[in-house]
């Protein structure tokens, strides 16, 4: 100890040190005009950089990326496709419900476009986004986008957004351990992509995804209201309350069915499972359903009836008890109303013109 402080005390003192000249170069941040990807970058520069202090990535960094897959960069255009959209459907709906200092506080630092997906040859698994510590989120199979198909956008790109956000702010503030325990018993995270989505919304979750892990669940459910019209969401809600048949077809693949008939209306013979555009539907006056099927081959009307729910689960009250909690927990730990959030982005997709986005970029 004593040859420690005598060291320290014969090094001359930080006033009295000379600097020398820095090992870093200064390097010029001037955009070049004559680059070809001059109007991207001086967009990305101004819009994200400037006001967030966030690096968007479109020139794919492999030290950035998992050496373990084989990807390749996003293409150009559809990159300023991504970053518009990015804009207007994420940073400027939190602007206007959050304040402008919301993202500049907790928003990723960095953004990073990869063209390919990360698919694992073992699992089949597909790696469409991911949220590395609050810090950094990676969109994956952008040069497969095509802008003029709302439910691939809203699978791969915003609902991705969403949910990888929603994961940063989870790692801020945790949410309440009760949501946890909702879907106790039903999480599989080895075989959930072998799950059918009518399934899992049958045990109470909003994707196959969700039933992975319950970190995954809670970003999953946010993410899912926030894109899904309400048509989609309620349509989620009515599959989530049927019972669902496994069958399997002659190549071994599973299907799931939610409607079955008897042969010659007999329950004696073995039941048949049919899917739900097989048959036709008639309401009695008095607010019954009747369905059945016409069959070709006999000239016999048969009766069409649904498969029980006996998985033990009310799916719809499971899935909205967690949106419930998710609802309460943005009010609460980010004073963010999930609805109006919700609102705002189902108004800008249904109406976004990626044209006049585009020029924001183009028109520079």
Known sequence: MLLVAIGAMSLPSCSEDKLGDTIFPDVDETLDPNSYTYKLDKFLKENYLDKYNLTFLYKMADVSTNMN????????????NLAVLCKHLWFDVYDKLAGEDFLKTYGPRIIHLIGSPALNPQSGNEIVGLAEGGIKISLFKVNDMDINDPEMMNEYYFKTMHHEFAHILHQTKTYPNQFNTISVGHYDINNWQDRDDNQTASLGFVSTYASSEFREDFAETIANYIVKTDAEWNRLLELAGRGWEPQDDANGY????????????????EVKYISEWSFFTDV??????????????????????????NDGVDGP??????????????KNEWNIDLDELRQEVQDRQSSYNIEELRKQVTDQ
Do not use: M
């Open 284 to 309: 009695n006056e008095d607010g019954s359903v009747h369905r059945y099927f016409y069959d070709g081959n006999t000239g016999e009307v048969i009766e069409v009836y649904e498969v029980p729910d």
């Open 69 to 80: 897959y084989n990807l390749v960069p996003a293409t150009y255009d559809n990159s300023i």
């Open 254 to 269: 599973t299907w799931y069915y939610c409607y079955f008939y008897y042969p010659n209306n007999d329950p004696n013979e």
């Open 317 to 330: 009250d499971a899935i909205l008890e967690k949106l419930n909690i998710a609802r309460q927990w943005l």
